[in-house]
């Protein structure tokens, strides 16, 4: 079965400017997270979407927001980006519900920010 | 806070050699706990988990972890390493009830020489 996809792979955008990322899960999973990857902080979680609710959320600034349509897929906003967004945006799928499952992980989409 | 700490960030070996990487969580419930790989250019792959039962467990490509509870550990093992597992290792925690957020180690980069 298809992997989660994630669009697209590589954007460069210039300060100020605000960015959209897509993400479709895996079929039939419900839970969409996403993750910010840089060389300095690592994997930092920023939110997760469960039948379109945020469920969780980590320490962003409001500047990140994201949602989740009915078919489970989800975006996630950037506005008034910074040189310090610029870094590796990850999208993990998994079953969701109330048991803990593993989540996988898309190619992620590289955002520079110039 | 819930954290996960890798204790090697870098870790050079030659090929055939065992290989042993920390990782050490803290955490007030339950935990569930992976290791990730991370492959040059590719998305983060499972190579393998712990929910509950047996804490010696195995994944793919002839890995092994064993969850030490009294030592709030999770290790990850393999007894002859190959040039092709040279990747970026994270450790990550999930705590049951909390959803999907997932927290990561800070990853042990890890090169294989011939």
């Known amino acids: 079965k298809a992997g989660v996809t994630q669009t697209p792979r590589y954007l460069i955008k210039t300060r100020g400017q605000q960015v959209t990322l897509s993400c479709s899960p895996i079929?039939?999973?419900?839970?969409v997270s996403w993750y910010q990857q840089t060389p300095g902080q690592g994997l930092q979680f920023l939110f997760e979407y469960f039948s379109e609710t945020q469920r969780n959320k980590g320490n962003f600034p409001g500047r990140f927001s994201g949602r989740q349509f009915s078919n489970s897929r989800s975006e996630m906003n950037v506005s008034t980006l910074e040189l310090g967004d610029s870094a590796l945006y990850l999208c993990?799928?998994?079953?969701?519900?109330?048991?803990?499952?593993?989540?996988?992980f898309g190619q992620g989409t590289r955002l520079t920010v110039v | 806070a819930q954290s996960v700490s890798q204790h090697n960030h870098h870790v050079i070996l030659s090929e055939a050699a065992s290989l042993e990487l920390g990782c050490n969580y803290s955490?007030?419930?339950?935990?569930?706990l992976f290791w990730y790989v991370q492959y040059p250019g590719q998305h983060l792959q499972l190579l393998l988990k712990y929910f509950s039962g047996d804490p010696l467990v195995k994944g793919i490509k002839g890995f092994e972890a064993e969850f030490i509870k009294s030592k709030f550990s999770f290790n990850l093992r393999k007894p002859s390493v190959q040039w092709s597992d040279t990747a970026e290792y994270f450790c990550?925690?999930?705590?049951?009830?909390?959803?999907?957020?997932?927290?990561f180690g800070t990853g042990t980069q890890l090169k294989v020489e011939l």
């Open positions: 993990a799928s998994s079953l969701g519900g109330t048991r803990p499952t593993e989540a996988f």
């Open positions: 955490y007030g419930g339950t935990v569930n």
């Open positions: 079929s039939g999973h419900r839970s």
């Open positions: 990550a925690a999930l705590l049951t009830g909390g959803g999907n957020k997932l927290t």
